[in-house]
């Protein structure tokens, strides 16, 4: 506050009274408030000159978040999709504030599709209502085929008495890196049955929940 001084026509120097008053820093946002600040001078008959000064004190800067942050859009397979950051804030008024956190996924019919998107949000916001927010997307795709596990050739005889031979072999299976994987015998014999005389080609086809496949 300012330090002022007074001269009277009559008594010369008087002396200046201050008084301040400061309202509404004891609510729940005491970065906003107002400041009233008086002067007043009189002189020994009663006269007297006043100034009035009113600051009003405003925050209108929102907080920051101290971290750097990630980028607004990814487009990930369904195994790696990253892990939702942790933010921190800062107000140049409040200080330290909270951020709040929601996380919702769209475009998902149930636990096996695996095409969806993650929506990712964070809010901070000071008590003046100032607020800074960041959203995320995370676009969830599948495009990777399921692994058969592989089987090698087979050389047999035949079975006494047959032109062929009763063939037992491994039944392939399939991992997949969103879920499960139907396999199929879409070639050749089963496992157990009789093969004829010559090459017989075997396939087994594996199909993820998404559509795609594999062979071996």
Known sequence: AMTFTAQDN????????????????EDECANVYTITRNWVAADCAGNETSFTQIINVIDSDAPEFNETLPEAEL?????????????????????????????SISNRDSDSDFDYTI???????DCAGNA?????VINIEDNSAPILT????ITLNNDPNLC?????????????NCGSAEVTLTEGFDSGKEFPIGT?????TAVDGNGNTSTV
């Open 10 to 25: 009559c008594s010369g120097s008087v002396d200046v009274l201050f008084t301040e008053e400061i309202t509404g820093d």
């Open 75 to 103: 487009t990930v397979e369904c195994d790696n999709v990253p892990a939702a950051m942790t933010f921190t804030a800062q107000d140049n008024c409040s200080g330290s504030v909270d951020v709040l956190f929601e996380e």
């Open 119 to 125: 929506t990712r949000t964070w809010v901070t916001s």
């Open 132 to 136: 800074t927010s960041f959203v995320q």
């Open 150 to 153: 592989e089987q090698g050739d």
């Open 164 to 176: 062929g031979a009763i063939v037992t072999y491994s039944v392939p299976t399939a991992t997949d």
């Open 200 to 204: 017989t080609k075997v396939t087994y």
